[in-house]
């Protein structure tokens, strides 16, 4: 069974710096990988999708690296900015003998940019 | 595009009623959707995947029973939590793959239901 692990459970860092999140599956047959953001109380909004084939994707301030035999994904964030506070998750898309699953997802980082 | 509604937003209802939710794909056709849980501080969990004209499969340990899951056409999935009890409250989210998605492509989400049972 696919597990996802998101490291830190928090993070809390001054403006203006560059920070990573870390993530990690435990079965790497995956079609591909996703990075989102949740807002308190609110639904979720999807940052980056990397593809099973692909080794990173950008967009904007954003950087997410991955590292499939590895079971390992990294998110960038740079020049970090007080909008930025939110947890991010990660999550993974597997696939069993019936096609293609839901996601699989991490239990997330709780990060905060201080002003 | 690729707009996923979800209602209600919120509520609140008795021990022992029953509340449906509703997801709907505003601007595509959704073979498959797919139900989240989230406890607080908490990942998301998947309850089931909706599947258009058949039964829903559900996830181990999701009493198929309790969350009663209708895909009646291609733009709506509803959740019904019936006899709901105050251990049921939870977050609720769903999310759809458009009929001409790819594995490969992003899942859509609804911005989620909260429900409080007292």
């Known amino acids: 069974k696919q597990e996802v692990t998101q490291i830190p459970a928090a993070l809390s860092v001054p403006e203006g710096e560059n920070l990573v999140l870390n993530c990690s599956f435990t079965?790497?047959?995956?079609?591909?990988l996703q990075w989102f953001r949740q807002d308190p109380g609110k639904g979720l909004t999807s940052l980056l999708l990397?593809?099973?084939?692909?080794r990173e994707q950008t967009s904007g301030r954003l950087n997410a690296s991955l590292d499939k035999s590895s079971g390992r994904s990294t998110l960038y964030i740079a020049a970090s900015q007080p909008g930025d506070s939110a947890t991010y998750l990660c999550?993974?898309?597997?696939?069993?003998?019936?096609?293609?699953?839901?996601?699989?997802f991490g239990k997330g980082t709780h990060l905060i940019i201080q002003p | 595009g690729a707009v996923v509604s979800q209602h209600p937003s919120r509520v609140i209802c008795k021990s022992g009623t029953s509340v449906k939710i509703e997801c709907r794909s505003l601007?595509?056709?959704?073979?498959?959707m797919f139900w989240y849980r989230q406890f607080p501080k908490q990942s998301l969990m998947l309850m089931a995947t909706?599947?258009?004209?058949?039964?829903?499969?559900?996830e181990q340990g999701v009493e198929k029973d309790k969350f009663l899951i209708n895909h009646a056409s291609l733009t709506l999935s509803t959740l019904t939590v019936t006899s709901a009890h105050p251990e049921d409250s939870s977050f609720y989210i769903c999310?759809?793959?458009?009929?001409?998605?790819?594995?490969?492509?992003?899942?859509?989400f609804g911005n989620g239901t909260r429900l409080t049972v007292t």
């Open positions: 999310s759809a793959s458009p009929s001409t998605n790819s594995y490969n492509s992003p899942l859509h």
């Open positions: 999550a993974v898309r597997g696939y069993s003998g019936g096609g293609a699953d839901g996601l699989t």
């Open positions: 909706s599947n258009e004209g058949s039964k829903a499969t559900y």
């Open positions: 990397i593809q099973s084939s692909q």
């Open positions: 601007d595509f056709q959704a073979t498959t």
């Open positions: 079965d790497s047959a995956i079609y591909n």
